[in-house]
């Protein structure tokens, strides 16, 4: 691809012959930028859970989940799954933030 020509974008195909056809020429030239990473759910979900949330924090949930793009539950399992994703804190890290948590004013009264 020369400098000074774009990148193609990618057509929209209107059936899956169509798609496979266009697969099978050189796509070197292409802008894939236009698409979005796209996380596969594999796993069957057999387990439910219910809770309560403040009407303030489900809100601001189903918020992001449209900003997201996505149903606000699927939100909240990626929020789990990224939570559970990162290394979880060792105990001495734990007593450390508690330590450095701003203490609750108490009113006089």
Known sequence: MSDKTKPKRV???SSDEEAEAFLEQDLSELDFSQFK???????PK???VNMRLPAPLLEGVKARAAQAGMPYQRYIRL??????ARPAATKAAQKTQKKSAPKPVRKAG
């Open 11 to 13: 057509p929209v195909f």
């Open 37 to 43: 990473p796209v996380r596969f759910e594999f796993a």
């Open 46 to 48: 057999t387990e439910r």
């Open 79 to 84: 929020a789990l799954e990224e939570a559970l």
